[in-house]
C-alpha cells in the first residue's frame, strides 16, 4: 500500500511539473512574443493570445506611476542658409523617433530622453513669459527668453542638429517649439530665432 502511495505522488509530481514548466514556456513565450520588435503578428490568433494574456497582468501605463502627459512638445528647425532664405521646417531627431519606437532598447533611448528633457525646460521658460502663441517671439519678450537656460539649451540643441546635416559655417536658424495639447486636441507654437 505504501508503495502504491510513493507511486501515485510520484505521478502526481510528475504531472505537476509537466503542467508548472508548460505553464512557464507559455509565460516565456507570450513575453517574448509582446516585447520584440516583430510585434506585428501575421497570425491573428497569436496575436489574441499574446496581448489577451499581457494587457491584463503585466501592461503598465502612465497612469500606474504618474498622469498620462496633457500635452506633446516638439520643434521643428529652419537654417538660414548664405542667401539668406531658409530651408523648410525639419524635425531634428525624427529618425531617432522612429527607430525608438520600432526598438526601445537602442542607444537612441538617451538622446529621445535628453530632447524630451530639453523640450520640457524650454516650455517651462516660455510659460514664465506669459507671452501669447501662435506667432513669432519678438521684442522684449525674446530678449528676456535670450536671458534664461532655455535658450542656452535650445541653441545647443540647434547647432547639434546643424553639424549634423550641414557643413559650413552656422548662419542662423528659426525654431518652431510646436505643444499639442491632448485634452483640448488643439496645437499651437511660437517661432524664436537662434542667431549665429
Do not use: C
Not at 81 to 109: C, M
Not at 157 to 172: E, I, Q, S
Amino acid at each position: 500500500m505504501q508503495e502504491k502511495n510513493r507511486r501515485n505522488k510520484k505521478k502526481i509530481r510528475l504531472i505537476l511539473a509537466f503542467f508548472g514548466l508548460g505553464f512557464l514556456f507559455l509565460h516565456f513565450t507570450a513575453t517574448f512574443l509582446f516585447t520584440s520588435p516583430l510585434k506585428n503578428h501575421e497570425n491573428e490568433t497569436v496575436h489574441y493570445f499574446v496581448n489577451g494574456y499581457m494587457h491584463p497582468l503585466f501592461w503598465q501605463n502612465w497612469s500606474l506611476f504618474v498622469p498620462a502627459p496633457k500635452d506633446n512638445k516638439q520643434i521643428e528647425i529652419s537654417f538660414r542658409e548664405s542667401d539668406s532664405s531658409y530651408t523648410e521646417y525639419a524635425n531634428p531627431i525624427a529618425h531617432e523617433y522612429a527607430v525608438f519606437k520600432w526598438l526601445r532598447y537602442g542607444p537612441q533611448g538617451k538622446i529621445i530622453l535628453g530632447f524630451d528633457n530639453t523640450l520640457w525646460w524650454i516650455y517651462n521658460d516660455l510659460r514664465r513669459l506669459n507671452t501669447a502663441w501662435d506667432r513669432e517671439l519678438i521684442g522684449t519678450e525674446e530678449l528676456h527668453f535670450k536671458k534664461l537656460n532655455g535658450y542656452y539649451m535650445l541653441r545647443n540643441l540647434v547647432l547639434t542638429a546643424f553639424k549634423k546635416r550641414f557643413d559650413g559655417p552656422f548662419l542662423g536658424a528659426k525654431v518652431k517649439f510646436i505643444v499639442e495639447d491632448v485634452e483640448l486636441r488643439q496645437e499651437y507654437y511660437l517661432i524664436l530665432n537662434i542667431e549665429e
